[in-house]
């Protein structure tokens, strides 16, 4: 019996693969949302403001940031969690493929995560004079709630790694 549910829930694993398949399903949708900004900007490029652009250019890298971070722990949680990925040599390998660990990955996530609040909070800052004083606030307070957690996560991923 105890053999039957380590095998159970060891093969159980296999659970995540199509919500990591869905993921990609995410990019493809981040994607063509990408695409569709873009196309919606380039006729009125010139009638917009620099300001103007400025946020819709901010947006962009809002959306290449998350689209790195959906392949980052689409591929890394895949690799740590379900199963190695079998990539032929002789083609392109990301850097970081199969060295990234449960841990590390939380990092980078954290990571990415304050990187996209940030362009975030820049946006509001760019668009302020139309943005109630309160809800900057609290958009502050968010961004330095998600700087915080990452630090603390790396504070104590280092201490936890000091002391082995």
Do not use: C
Request: charged share 20%.
């Amino acid at each position: 019996m105890e053999r039957f549910v380590e095998n159970s829930m060891y093969a159980a694993r296999w659970l995540l693969a199509p919500i990591y398949f869905g993921l990609s399903l995410a990019l493809l949708a981040l994607t063509l949302k990408f695409f569709q900004e873009i196309l919606h900007i380039l006729p009125h490029v010139f009638e917009k403001t620099e300001a103007d652009l400025i946020l819709v250019l901010l947006s962009l890298i809002d959306m290449s940031l998350v689209g790195g971070l959906l392949v980052m722990v689409m591929i890394s949680g895949y690799e740590n969690f379900v199963s190695q990925l079998d990539i032929d040599e002789d083609k392109e390998k990301l850097s970081w493929l199969g060295k990234m660990d449960s841990g590390s990955l939380k990092m980078k996530v954290a990571a990415s995560i304050v990187a996209i609040s940030s362009i975030h909070l820049l946006r509001i800052f760019m668009d302020a004079q139309n943005i109630d004083n309160s809800k900057i606030m609290w958009y502050v307070v968010l961004h330095m709630t998600f700087v915080i957690s990452a630090f603390a996560m790396g504070y104590l991923d280092k201490m936890t790694k000091h002391d082995h």
